[in-house]
C-alpha cells in the first residue's frame, strides 16, 4: 500500500484528464508523429491513469511497461496480454531503490503523472541522468505546484493551504520531498542536461457540483492541519473548511504545472 488509495486516484482521474496541458500533449504526441509503434515505461503509474490518457495520442502498436510498488493499484492497472496492437507489462518496482530496473531495456519514452512533486531533489536528479544517459524524452505531468484558489473564500483558506504545502514538503519515501518546488526545479535539470522543455499549466478546475472531490480535498488539508496542531501542542481546535457550503456556493481551483 502506498497511501495512495484506488478511490481517490479514481475520484481524481477525470479532473486530471482535464487539467493535462494541451501543448505538453501536443508535442509529446508530435515527438512520435508517423511512427508506427512505441514502447513507453510509465513510473510511478497508479492504476493506469497515464495510458488512458495519451494512450490516444501516440502511435497505433504501444507497448507499455506499467511501474508502481503497489501491488493493488498494479493490479487495477490495464491488464497484460490485452490484444495487440496495444501490449501491457506490468512491473512492481520500488522505484526508491530501483529506478534504474525501471529503465532498462528498449524504451522510446519516459512517462510519470503526479509524481515528482512526491521526490527528493536527489532523486529527481537521479532520474533526469537516467533519462538523458538513454537519450530519451520525458513526459512529467501533474506536478503540483503550491497554488490554490478558493472562491469563495473562507478566513482559514491560507493556513490550510500553508499547512499543506509545508507537508508536500515532507518525506513521502524518496526523502525530503520537492513539493512545490518541483515542476520548476525539473525544469532547470532536465535544461541543464541539454533537454528542450515544453511546459504549461495544468490545474485542477472543480466547480459548485464536484462535491466529491472538493469534500476529499478539504477533509485531507484539515486533516494535516488538525495534525499540525496536535504536533504544537495547540489548544486552539484546528480550522475546519466548510467545504459543502463553498462547494454549494462557489468553485475551486488548484493550479498544478
Ligand atoms: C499521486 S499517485 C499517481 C498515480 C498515477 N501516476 C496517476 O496519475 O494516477 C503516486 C503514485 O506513486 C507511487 N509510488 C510512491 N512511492 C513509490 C515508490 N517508491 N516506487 C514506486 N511507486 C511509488 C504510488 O503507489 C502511486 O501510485
Same mark, same amino acid.
Given at each position: 500500500?502506498?497511501?495512495?488509495?484506488a478511490?481517490?486516484? /479514481?475520484?481524481?482521474?477525470?479532473?486530471?484528464?482535464? !487539467?493535462?496541458?494541451?501543448?505538453?500533449?501536443?508535442?509529446?504526441?508530435?515527438?512520435?508523429?508517423g511512427?508506427?509503434?512505441?514502447?513507453?515505461?510509465?513510473?510511478?503509474?497508479?492504476?493506469?491513469?497515464?495510458?488512458?490518457?495519451?494512450?490516444?495520442?501516440?502511435?497505433?502498436?504501444?507497448?507499455?511497461?506499467?511501474?508502481?510498488?503497489?501491488?493493488?493499484?498494479? /493490479?487495477?492497472?490495464?491488464?497484460?496480454?490485452?490484444?495487440?496492437?496495444?501490449?501491457?507489462?506490468?512491473?512492481?518496482?520500488?522505484?526508491?531503490?530501483?529506478?534504474?530496473? !525501471?529503465?532498462?531495456?528498449?524504451?522510446?519514452?519516459?512517462?510519470?503523472?503526479?509524481?515528482?512533486?512526491?521526490?527528493?531533489?536527489?532523486?529527481?536528479?537521479r532520474?533526469?541522468?537516467?533519462a538523458?544517459?538513454?537519450?530519451?524524452?520525458?513526459?512529467? /505531468?501533474?506536478?503540483?505546484?503550491?497554488?490554490?484558489?478558493?472562491?469563495?473564500?473562507?478566513?482559514?483558506?491560507?493556513?490550510?493551504?500553508?499547512?499543506?504545502?509545508?507537508?508536500?514538503?515532507?518525506?513521502?519515501?524518496?526523502?525530503?520531498?520537492?513539493?512545490?518546488?518541483?515542476?520548476?526545479?525539473a525544469?532547470?535539470?532536465?535544461?541543464?542536461?541539454?533537454?528542450?522543455?515544453?511546459?504549461?499549466?495544468?490545474?485542477? /478546475?472543480?466547480?459548485?457540483?464536484?462535491?466529491?472531490?472538493?469534500?476529499?480535498?478539504?477533509?485531507?488539508?484539515?486533516?494535516?492541519?488538525?495534525?499540525?496542531?496536535?504536533?504544537?501542542?495547540?489548544?486552539?481546535?484546528?480550522?475546519?473548511?466548510? !467545504?459543502?457550503?463553498?462547494?454549494?456556493?462557489?468553485?475551486?481551483?488548484?493550479?498544478?504545472?
Amino acid at each position: 500500500m502506498s497511501g495512495f488509495s484506488a478511490e481517490w486516484l /479514481a475520484l481524481r482521474e477525470p479532473y486530471d484528464r482535464a !487539467a493535462r496541458n494541451a501543448t505538453v500533449l501536443d508535442a509529446v504526441a508530435g515527438a512520435f508523429n508517423g511512427h508506427g509503434a512505441i514502447a513507453v515505461v510509465d513510473l510511478a503509474c497508479g492504476s493506469g491513469a497515464t495510458l488512458r490518457a495519451m494512450g490516444p495520442r501516440l502511435p497505433p502498436r504501444q507497448a507499455w511497461r506499467l511501474v508502481d510498488n503497489d501491488l493493488g493499484l498494479l /493490479a487495477q492497472a490495464p491488464q497484460p496480454g490485452q490484444r495487440p496492437p496495444l501490449t501491457v507489462v506490468v512491473r512492481p518496482v520500488d522505484l526508491v531503490r530501483d529506478l534504474e530496473l !525501471a529503465l532498462e531495456g528498449p524504451l522510446d519514452l519516459i512517462v510519470t503523472s503526479a509524481l515528482l512533486d512526491l521526490v527528493s531533489p536527489e532523486w529527481l536528479d537521479r532520474l533526469v541522468v537516467e533519462a538523458a544517459a538513454r537519450r530519451l524524452p520525458v513526459y512529467a /505531468a501533474l506536478t503540483y505546484d503550491g497554488r490554490a484558489v478558493i472562491e469563495p473564500s473562507e478566513p482559514f483558506d491560507g493556513e490550510l493551504l500553508d499547512g499543506f504545502n509545508l507537508h508536500q514538503r515532507t518525506d513521502k519515501g524518496f526523502g525530503a520531498a520537492l513539493g512545490p518546488t518541483a515542476a520548476a526545479r525539473a525544469v532547470e535539470r532536465f535544461e541543464h542536461l541539454g533537454y528542450s522543455v515544453v511546459q504549461g499549466r495544468s490545474d485542477w /478546475a472543480f466547480g459548485p457540483d464536484d462535491r466529491p472531490i472538493q469534500d476529499t480535498l478539504f477533509a485531507g488539508w484539515a486533516e494535516i492541519a488538525a495534525r499540525r496542531a496536535r504536533g504544537r501542542g495547540s489548544a486552539r481546535a484546528s480550522p475546519r473548511r466548510p !467545504a459543502r457550503s463553498a462547494a454549494a456556493r462557489g468553485s475551486t481551483a488548484r493550479r498544478r504545472e
